[in-house]
């Protein structure tokens, strides 16, 4: 089952630069879209999230994409800092209930 | 800030015993859930909980699980008889429902390591 994809199982960027962490779906009844962080034992941080009614949102040096057509949302994230390195998750449920489906999801590793 | 906490944080058990797995959800909170991350996996939903009665289950809850909220702040799942195969991270969610549709986020705890011998 793999309706939430995300392709990349690691990215490694220098700190003050651009982070761009990619999904992709399947399923298009997926209707609300959020993006995950995670640190070795510890549960998923909310980080931002998105709904199908836009293709940006925006929240301090975070912003989500999404292109519906595409079937495809990103995250940005400007400037990039050390703290930031952990596990990122993509997940993503429909309207019509609260099941999320999540991504495998992507190692960032931001270098000093 | 409010959070959804978990215990215990690791929970070792023999095969074919049961264990009860608790979580305290965000106060104001109306939806709870239960999520299961095997080693190397995504992470799977298992149940969703909401006006004292399961909304939605996965494949994997099966007859083994079961959920209960057993007063106004705790919310359990409990698997009857342990199998290899349920060693996992159990992560608890909560979210507001305060639009009434799917859209409010999930917010996870911190998870318990269960570690099936």
């Known amino acids: 089952d793999q309706q939430v994809k995300q392709n990349s199982p690691s990215l490694s960027v220098q700190e003050g630069r651009i982070s761009i962490l990619n999904c992709d779906y399947t399923?298009?009844?997926?209707?609300?879209f959020l993006w995950y962080k995670k640190y070795p034992a510890e549960g998923p941080t909310f980080l931002i999230s998105i709904s199908s009614i836009k293709d940006k949102n925006e929240d301090g040096r975070f912003t989500v994409f999404l292109n519906k057509s595409a079937k495809h949302l990103s995250l940005h994230i400007v400037p990039s800092q050390p703290g930031d390195s952990a596990v990122y998750f993509c997940?993503?449920?429909?309207?019509?209930?609260?099941?999320?489906?999540f991504g495998k999801g992507t190692l960032l590793t931001v270098n000093p | 800030e409010p959070e959804v906490t978990q215990t215990p944080s690791h929970q070792v058990t023999q095969m074919g015993q049961e264990v009860i797995l608790r979580c305290v959800p965000i106060s104001n909170h109306l939806y709870f859930y239960w999520y299961r991350q095997i080693l190397g996996q995504k992470v799977e939903f298992l149940v969703s909980?909401?006006?004292?009665?399961?909304?939605?289950k996965s494949e994997i809850f099966d007859d083994q699980f079961s959920v209960e909220r057993p007063d106004g702040s705790n919310f359990t799942l409990k698997i009857r008889s342990t199998k290899l195969e349920d060693s996992a991270m159990y992560f608890c969610?909560?979210?507001?429902?305060?639009?009434?549709?799917?859209?409010?986020?999930?917010?996870f705890g911190p998870g318990t390591r269960l570690t099936v011998l």
């Open positions: 997940a993503a449920n429909p309207s019509s209930n609260h099941k999320l489906t």
């Open positions: 969610a909560s979210s507001a429902d305060t639009s009434g549709r799917s859209t409010d986020t999930q917010y």
């Open positions: 399923n298009s009844m997926f209707d609300y």
């Open positions: 909980f909401y006006n004292n009665e399961i909304s939605e």
